[in-house]
């Protein structure tokens, strides 16, 4: 493939690589505090504890393998998209030094305890501003390339990545404005149950615009390529994306049902939480339409296979998600481990997926070359299919399992399982499963990573730097 | 016109669908009196419960312990009476947590004296010998940092004198978590 165009993919290739290592460090952190939750010995010294390492799981997928990997994946984007080089390959190349040293620093703040306390955005003041001038640096990038591009009409995943830019600043700036007490440590600005809420919006936004349009930006773009058919509607990419984009916002407070936030903040959220099932299947039906006539794709198309299955585990998601959304749902499974068995189909189903087949695509073309195995690629999709398999399902169980000891009460009235220990240890065996789905799930991220490294070390040599 | 020939245009519209959920349901709430609870109600924290608390959220003590009452029949005759808009009103940042790896703390500090915290936080496993958590024995080794008191009582608007905040000294980050966990459950003035 020629690149008369003069694409430029040193940051691609860079962040794509960055992604992957910081990946198999968040997920050997999250197998390790899988083992702390049974074995409470494995919390080795203060800064190896489970309270200061779960956010640390987080942030390194969230922030460390996530926004990286859209990073390369959305300069690749706008540039084939728009069919011009990129706007400031220099800048590019400077985001990816700056977005490195910020990630080992987070890291550091983490395992030192500099924390904010608010999920998915423990870090600090200081770091906070790193992560919007990053933020800032990479928006200048993909808004300068998209102007200048040549490809009159923007494909729906562009309209995904400028969704992504704006929604990313607007509610990362939202959730952290604090006052600063010294270097490493800050007050949030707002309190009780406005901070709560403020939270929430957050957390539940993040969600949208880091595991949600990321990952469609990438599947409106690979799907199409890899299976060769056109995307089946248009028009339902039009309605999906608006809706999706508008009734988001409205939701964070399903996070906070049953809490003395006033009821309509809360019943706002449950009725636009189930609403969001219809922009989500949009993209699901628009999915499943493309490969009409093509099904067996799924057998000879390991791109399409990775595709299918992570729209399909979305389309799961937004469904199971606005039900735990409902008062009834969520009084049984709130605070148990049902949601993180929900997340992680998200992550570990779609957002994974979806990426992986991203790199799969995009990497060989960039480097000039052809992926070193399907093969491996095959055992790396039933290894990571299977590991979240055993991984959620597990979580579910023992979710609704803790949910309903909480609530038995005998015919008095009282407790049957008055002391929380008599919920707690029956958890045991299912965690120790998970550990399990996880270290499946993490063998088959190596086999990716290794089917990456093997591609790019078969390249041309002139495309390896 | 197709606005998926605009950029900015296109950019702008997606602020515009982005921010009305955003005001509507979360930032002008901010100014609504139901949301903004009487803070008079509430007993502002000592320092040592200051210091206690930023130790609560420098562990990550809230990965697995919540701290909110749901108004539910069986959640209130585990944890104690519903949690209300008060308690919380002045705690920046919130602490309610989503995860509950171990019970809910919101009341603890009427459960148990503080003696039963020392001995727990030291070595949960002393008292039940299956409970998963981590044990925090260090911390009654480590000494208390005393240099940011002064200015978290002024950024917090909480009303000690430079005195109030002598009753640090000596005092280890042990005693703080535990002066802390002994306030949840005693928030409002009687």
């Known amino acids: ?100 040293i910020a990630i080992v620093l987070a890291a550091l703040s983490l395992f030192a305890g500099m924390s904010q306390s608010k999920e998915y955005s423990e870090l600090e003041w200081p770091l906070d501003i790193g992560v919007v001038i990053l933020w800032v640096l990479f928006s200048i990038n993909i808004i300068a390339t998209i102007m200048k591009r040549k490809e009159e009409q923007m494909y729906v995943s562009l309209w995904y990545i400028l969704a992504t830019v704006v929604g990313v600043a607007i509610v990362y700036i939202g959730n952290n404005i604090a006052v600063p007490v010294s270097l490493f440590k800050s007050y ?122 992570g729209i399909t585990f979305y389309g799961l998601q937004t469904i199971q998600g606005p039900s735990q959304a409902i008062r009834a749902f969520s009084a049984l499974i709130h605070y148990t481990d049902w949601v993180p ?44 299919l299977v590991g979240q398999l055993i991984y959620s399902v597990t979580m579910w169980i023992t979710g609704i399992r803790q949910g309903a000891m909480w609530q038995a009460v005998d015919t008095d009235g009282g407790l049957v399982y008055a002391n929380f220990i008599q919920t707690l240890t029956p958890n045991y065996p299912f965690w120790n499963m998970r550990t399990l789905g996880g270290v499946i799930f993490f063998a088959g991220f190596l086999v990716f990573v290794y089917n990456i490294l093997q591609t790019i070390r078969n390249a041309p040599a002139a495309q390896r730097a | ?80 009476p519903p949690s209300t808009l008060a308690e919380s009103a002045i705690d920046r940042p919130h602490l309610w947590g989503s995860k509950r790896t171990g019970p809910d703390l919101a009341r603890v500090g009427r459960k148990y004296p503080a003696a039963w915290h020392y001995q727990h936080m030291k070595n949960p496993q002393s008292i039940y010998p299956q409970s998963n958590m981590p044990a925090y024995a260090w911390l009654a080794d480590a000494k208390l940092d005393r240099r940011y008191a002064e200015k978290k009582m002024k950024v917090l608007g909480y009303p000690y004198t430079t005195d109030d905040i002598k009753v640090l000294e000596g005092k280890t980050e042990m005693d703080a978590l535990v002066a802390y966990l002994m306030r949840l459950g005693r928030e409002l003035k009687p």
């Open chain 2, 1 to 80: 016109m197709s606005i998926d020939k605009k950029p900015v245009t296109f950019m702008l519209l997606a602020v515009l669908a982005i921010m009305v959920g955003t005001l509507l349901t979360t930032f002008i709430p901010l100014f609504v009196g139901t949301v903004v609870p009487d803070t008079d109600k509430v007993i502002p924290y000592k320092p040592l419960e200051v210091e206690g608390r930023d130790i609560y959220i420098r562990e990550g003590c809230n990965n697995c312990h919540s701290q909110i009452v749901r108004p539910l029949p069986f959640e209130t005759a585990r944890y104690g």
């Open chain 1, 1 to 100: 493939m020629a690149n008369e165009i003069g694409y430029e993919y040193d940051a691609v290739k860079g962040f794509a690589l960055s992604s992957l290592f910081w990946a198999i460090v968040g997920l050997l952190v999250g197998i390790l505090i899988s083992i702390q939750l049974v074995y409470p010995q494995f919390n080795l010294t203060s800064w190896l504890t489970y309270g200061r390492l779960r956010p640390i799981h987080t942030n390194a997928l969230i922030y460390g393998f996530t926004v990286p990997a859209a990073f390369s994946l959305f300069f690749y984007l706008v540039q084939r998209l728009g069919r011009v080089p990129l706007a400031y390959p220099g800048l590019a190349r400077f985001t990816l030094y700056i977005f490195n």
């Open chain 1, 188 to 309: 949030s600005a707002y309190a009780g149950a406005n901070d709560a809420n403020v939270q929430w919006w957050f957390g539940h936004n993040a969600v949208a615009f880091v595991f949600t349009t990321i990952p469609l930006a990438v599947f409106y773009y690979i799907l199409p390529k890899s299976s060769g058919a056109p995307l089946y509607s248009h028009r339902l990419s039009i309605v999906g994306f608006w809706s999706l984009v508008f009734a988001y916002l409205w939701t964070g407070a399903h996070h906070l049902v049953y809490t003395p936030l006033p009821d309509w903040i809360q019943t706002v959220a449950i009725a636009f939480s189930i609403f969001l099932i219809a922009p989500s299947w949009a993209s699901v039906i628009n999915g499943y339409g493309t490969l009409n006539g093509q099904w067996e794709q799924m057998r000879s198309n390991y791109l399409v296979k990775f595709i299918v299955l």
């Open chain 1, 341 to 384: 068995g929900h997340v992680h189909m998200g992550t570990m189903g779609w957002v994974t997926m979806t990426v992986s087949a991203g790199f799969y695509y995009m990497l060989p073309r960039i480097y000039n070359t052809e992926i070193y195995s399907i093969k491996l690629a095959n055992l790396h999709f039933w290894l990571v």
